[in-house]
Each structure stands twice: as structure tokens, then as C-alpha cells.
């Protein structure tokens, strides 16, 4: 009886210790609106909305072992001799970069462990923000009033590839120093301003002797400063504008329908960080990456045999590798079509592409709207199509990026193979895209089956007349909800009236057009015009939906 008074009073305690607290904090923090408008915030619970999350990880990750990593890192091309623990090259002489990486994995305790996990977690940051942005192009997510955030995302993307690299050519190996002479090359190639750049960032002619110590503080300063900064602007802008989330029973354009982000969706996306943590240190233990000694020292007379940069970069491999060794002189001054178009004209369009296309699919749409639930790539045949052909194009630039190692393993001709490569990055994303588009019509005809006749029971009846027919059993209420709930834009109709001026006829024209060729093909769902524009009022929301958690 006493000790639970003694329970009581100490709970009673800290009770108003924490109230107090709470309320001294308050007073000088914005705590009550914190907790309000964050901590009550609702996040949709399915598995495609973690994909950001996984980026977020990987880069504590990256961040936690990076500084690990600086305190025993030398950021110098000074000639030195090995002397440390590996014998294979005791008394060869290095750079002060190469000697302290071999001293980081072999004498540094747990050096060659952090080592290993920063290097798979980079791979990850970059794999997880490139499906992450699949992930919101094929589900429309980047529409009114999200584009800002789809290009803050772009920009993340770029900077993950400049951080990626700038960390894989630190080491000074051979593979790495491979690169870096790729990349000079590319830098060349730059008409007019190119012989300079490659001055400045390498220091002189190359090798030089200050690329490493210029791409060390690119490499733990200020790219990831950038990154930080956008991460921060990003998860901002996500609170601001609410999450996207997917249409059912209860879930429309005026809300958001998810966990609450305090206490179960932290609980949940905690245990997210310590997967992720977990598994990069399984791999960094067991899966060796990026053995640097094995490579030996970089030597400009020198390439490593087979050398492949990594997974992310491979497709500009792949570019260089396929475009024909083309120049052409003008006015005394040679343009190196190889690597320019490659490297540097096919990235460059790449990425204005990615940063103008969600105005581009309002241009065409002539919709000033939100959008707040996600698309369901079957019910955009173009966009999914267009998704497909660049993920097809991206495999073969891949493949095409080790085609040495292909001919060798395969036993078959290098020439032949590269021409194979050659036709296959121009057939193959059309056929992709062809075949993708149908698919997602036949997917909406199913849905549209299902719709009309229920979902079959797996019953065949007999009828009087001796006709089989299957048994179909009517949708529940949650499945019929989801496959009605589809924003179906119509193509633009010369005949009406824009709702806002066009500047010239012929951009008049090519708006028609490219809204025809994107909205034409679709399966209309087996409803009444009324029931669509019920339909409609649920997909379309207010300035600021709310949120509903659960």
C-alpha cells in the first residue's frame, strides 16, 4: 500500500514537472503550433510512400559514416611510399589520397567496415530517390499544386550523381582515376570554354594535382550541404501541401487519410531507419565493394582492365560508348561530337525534360486544378508509356556500358554487339512504349469488365439452352469506389473556346494535337454522366485539403 503511494506521488511529480516544462518551452517555442499542425499530421500508410523515406536514411547513413570517414581521410596528390599493412604493395609509391584509403581499410579499426557501408549506402541514396521519382511520376504526384517539390526532387537527383561521383574518384585508384580521365575528356569537349574548365578544376594540365583536394570539399561540404538544404525544403513543402494519397472508401481530393505522425507513424518509420541501418551494416560486413587495392594506384599511362563505373553513371558510359568517333572542324576549331552529344547534350536535355514536364502535361491538359489523389498508371497509358520507354532506353545505355565485358563473357563479336546496342536504343523504348500503352488499355478494359459483370466466382452454370456461363458475384463497395474514382481528362476540342488566350494558330494547333495524342485512348467506365460528375466533385479538392488520421 505505501509503495504504491510512493508510485503515485512520484507519477503525480513528474506529471507537473513535465507541464511545467511544456509550458516554460512554450512560452518562448511555438510548441502548441507545432504539435497542432506536425506532430497530428497525417501520412498515408502504404508501402510506396516509404521510398522517400528510404533516400532520407541512407543519407544519415552516408552522413554518420562520411564523418567517420574525414577524420583519417588525406585529401592529397603528394607522392608518397606505402608503408602500412597491405604487402602486395609495401614501397610502391602513391598519392597521399590512395596511401590514406589502403590505411583506412587496413589499419584504421572498423576503417574498411565504414568504408564498405558508406559506399552501399550511397548506391541506395541514389536507387531510392530514382524510384522514389518513379514512383511520383507514374502516380501524377508531381501536378498542381506540387511541381516546386517535383523539381526540388530533380535537383536532389542531380546532386546525389555529383555526390556519387565526387566521392567514388576520392580514393585515387586506377578505376576511379579511369573516371576522372573520362571525365576530362567529357569536360574537353565543351566548345570553346571546355580547355579552360578542365584548367580550372584540375589545376593545370592532367593529371594535375589538385582535382582530389578540389573534389574533397565538394564531397563532404557542400553538396551535402545542398542536399540537407533541399531534404529540408522538401519535407517542408510536403507538410505545407499536404501528402498525395491513393483513392478508396473515405479517401477523396478535400482530405488525407493515414496514421497520425506521432505516435504511429514515428514508431513505424523508426523502425524503417533501423532496417535500413541494419542491412547497409550486413552488406558493408559481408559484401566487399569497391576493393581499391586490388585496382592499385592510378597512373595516367595506365587503365584498368574491364573497368565499369558505378550502376548510376553507367547509362553515360553506355552514351559513350555507342556514339560513333565523329568531329567536325569549324573556323580552326575541332567539335568532338564524342563526348559532347553523349556526355554532355544528352544529360543536359535529360534533365531540362524532367524539370519541364509537369507544365507540360498542364499545358496540354488546360487545367488550373489540384490534384490530390494519385493516378493509378493503367489510367494514363501515355505517361505510364513514356515512364516505360525511358526505363527501357536507360537498360540498354546499362548494358551497353560493359559491352566489352559482355563480348568476352558471351564470346561474341564486339562490333556486332555494339551495333545491337546501337538499333536496340532506338527500337526498343518504342516497342516498350507501344506495348505498355496497350497493356494499360487492357488493364482498364478488365476494370471496366469487372465493373459491369462482378468478379468471377469460379462457378460455371448450364443454361437451358446447353451454354456455359461463368458465375460473377458483385465488387465489394471498397474495390468499386477505387475502380471509379478516375480523373479522366478529355482531349482539347478546337471547337471550344481556351480559357486562356493562345498566342498563334500553330500553337493552338500543336496543343490540340499533343492533347489528342496523350488523352484519346481510354476505356470509359460503365457509369451515367451524373455518376461521373459525382466522381468528379470527390477527385477535385479545395485550396487546402484537410487531414483525417486513423
Known amino acids: 500500500m505505501l509503495l504504491a503511494r510512493k508510485k503515485a506521488r512520484l507519477k503525480s511529480k513528474a506529471r507537473n514537472a513535465a507541464g511545467r516544462t511544456m509550458e516554460a518551452l512554450d512560452a518562448r517555442l511555438p510548441l502548441a503550433e507545432v504539435t497542432r499542425t506536425l506532430l497530428r499530421k497525417a501520412f498515408p500508410d502504404h508501402w510506396s510512400f516509404l521510398l522517400g523515406e528510404l533516400a532520407l536514411y541512407s543519407f544519415l547513413v552516408l552522413m554518420v559514416t562520411g564523418v567517420y570517414l574525414t577524420l583519417f581521410f ?56 530514382g524510384v522514389h521519382m518513379f514512383r511520383v511520376f507514374f502516380t501524377g504526384a508531381f501536378r498542381k499544386p506540387r511541381e516546386i517539390n517535383w523539381m526540388v526532387g530533380v535537383t536532389m537527383f542531380l546532386l546525389a550523381l555529383l555526390e556519387g561521383f565526387a566521392g567514388y574518384s576520392l580514393p585515387d585508384d586506377l578505376l576511379s582515376g579511369t573516371g576522372l580521365r573520362t571525365a576530362q575528356g567529357i569536360t574537353l569537349s565543351i566548345p570553346v570554354v571546355g580547355t579552360y574548365m ?62 497520425a505522425l506521432f505516435p504511429q507513424y514515428t514508431a513505424k518509420s523508426a523502425g524503417l531507419f533501423f532496417i535500413v541501418f541494419g542491412v547497409m551494416a550486413v552488406l558493408g560486413a559481408l559484401a566487399q565493394i569497391n576493393p581499391v587495392w586490388a585496382y592499385g594506384p592510378y597512373r595516367p599511362d595506365q587503365v584498368s582492365s574491364g573497368s565499369q563505373p558505378d550502376w548510376y553513371v553507367g547509362f553515360l558510359e553506355g552514351a559513350l560508348r555507342l556514339m560513333p568517333g565523329v568531329e567536325t572542324r569549324l573556323w580552326g576549331h ?139 458475384r458483385s465488387l465489394p463497395s471498397g474495390m468499386r469506389y477505387v475502380l471509379m474514382a478516375r480523373d ?45 460528375r459525382e466522381v468528379a466533385e470527390v477527385l477535385a479538392g479545395p485550396e487546402r485539403p484537410g487531414e483525417r488520421t486513423g
Open 488 to 532: 479522366l481528362p478529355q482531349p482539347l476540342d478546337p471547337g471550344t473556346a481556351p480559357q486562356e488566350p493562345l498566342r498563334s494558330r500553330l500553337n493552338d494547333r500543336l496543343r490540340i494535337a499533343l492533347s489528342r495524342w496523350y488523352y484519346r485512348d481510354a476505356v470509359r467506365p460503365p457509369v451515367t454522366e451524373e455518376l461521373q
Open 74 to 129: 588525406e585529401p592529397s596528390m603528394t607522392d608518397v611510399v606505402y608503408q602500412g599493412s597491405y604487402g602486395p604493395l609495401q614501397g610502391i609509391r602513391t598519392s597521399g589520397a590512395y596511401a590514406s584509403t589502403l590505411r583506412i581499410s587496413f589499419d584504421v579499426r572498423g576503417g574498411l567496415l565504414m568504408r564498405q557501408i558508406h559506399h552501399w549506402a550511397a548506391l541506395l541514396f541514389v536507387a531510392s530517390i
Open 334 to 472: 575541332t567539335l568532338m561530337w564524342n563526348p559532347l552529344l553523349p556526355a554532355v547534350v544528352l544529360p543536359g536535355v535529360l534533365f531540362l525534360v524532367l524539370y519541364a514536364y509537369p507544365f507540360f502535361e498542364r499545358w496540354i491538359t488546360r487545367g488550373s486544378g489540384e490534384h490530390h489523389l494519385c493516378d493509378r498508371p493503367r489510367d494514363r497509358p501515355v505517361r505510364t508509356g513514356l515512364g516505360v520507354a525511358a526505363l527501357t532506353a536507360y537498360a540498354v545505355l546499362l548494358l551497353a556500358g560493359g559491352q566489352d565485358v559482355l563480348a568476352f563473357v558471351f564470346d561474341v563479336p564486339l562490333r556486332a554487339l555494339t551495333w545491337t546496342f546501337r538499333v536496340a536504343l532506338f527500337v526498343l523504348p518504342v516497342l516498350a512504349f507501344l506495348v505498355a500503352g496497350r497493356l494499360c488499355l487492357a488493364a482498364q478494359a478488365r476494370d471496366r469488365d469487372l465493373l459491369e459483370e462482378g468478379e468471377e466466382t469460379g462457378e460455371v452454370r448450364q443454361s437451358v439452352e446447353g451454354g456455359y456461363h461463368p458465375g460473377h
Open 198 to 259: 578542365s584548367l580550372v578544376l584540375f589545376g593545370g594540365e592532367y593529371p594535375a594535382d589538385d582535382i582530389v583536394s578540389r573534389l574533397y570539399p565538394v564531397h563532404i561540404l557542400l553538396v551535402p550541404g545542398l542536399l540537407l538544404a533541399l531534404i529540408s525544403l522538401h519535407l517542408l513543402l510536403v507538410v505545407h501541401l499536404k501528402h498525395t494519397h491513393w483513392a478508396g472508401p473515405g479517401s477523396t481530393g478535400r482530405n488525407v487519410v493515414g496514421k
